[in-house]
């Protein structure tokens, strides 16, 4: 896959993080730069170990396997992943949880950790996908480290100025971006072992 490819879908999988930071900045009194700092910190470090473990565990699973038709189980998996992914976020977007929109002095770092364990599953999925894709770990972890600090960093301002009406809308693009990853997997790379 090339980066393009690759940077849609960990936009697809950032827009999460955005919504759920969104939902936080809607109700902090103001933000905090320092507790920002600490945050994009967290999910950012949460977010390139899930990154990198999934990738690992992708390749545990093809240790010793370059068959033919492995190659093509890895690359169907990689499909369904980015599907499945897409599918959870529009049904996130369908329940619309409500938020119970009220304005706190501080928010606990608390709350963040489970954010980011929660996000975190997805992109360990999306990072056995990677694997499977044989995409650059490296530059992987670099577009992720950047675009898990904007999504933060834009997603608590967002939340902040206009509370949390945009949520569904990044569930949507989220979803969006990775049926586009799923439907290239298969054209690009399936359609070849066919």
Request: a positive charge; glycine letters at 8%.
């Given at each position: ?17 955005f ?18 700092t600490i ?32 190659g ?19 049904v ?42 044989k ?60």
């Amino acid at each position: 896959m090339n980066w393009i490819e690759n940077l849609l879908i960990i936009a697809g999988i950032s827009l999460d993080i955005f919504a759920a930071m969104e939902c936080q900045g809607s109700l902090v009194a103001k933000v905090d730069k320092k507790q920002l700092t600490i945050i994009c910190g967290l999910v950012a470090v949460w977010q390139l170990a899930a990154l990198a473990i999934g990738n690992y565990l992708s390749v545990l699973l093809y240790r010793n396997k370059s068959t033919h038709d492995e190659g093509f189980v890895g690359l169907v998996i990689a499909a369904v992943i980015y599907f499945a992914l897409g599918v959870r976020l529009i049904v996130k977007a369908v329940r619309n949880e409500h938020i119970n929109e009220h304005r706190e002095d501080s928010l606990g770092l608390g709350r963040f950790f489970r954010m980011a364990a929660v996000t975190s599953i997805y992109t360990l999925l999306a990072g056995i996908a990677f694997g499977f894709l044989k995409t650059d770990l490296l530059l992987m972890l670099a577009t992720i480290a950047c675009l898990t600090v904007a999504v933060v960093v834009t997603g608590m301002y967002t939340g902040y100025h206009f509370g949390f009406v945009h949520k569904t809308k990044a569930y949507v693009g989220g979803a969006i971006l990775l049926w586009i990853a799923g439907i290239d997997v298969i054209v690009r790379h399936i359609m070849c072992y066919v």
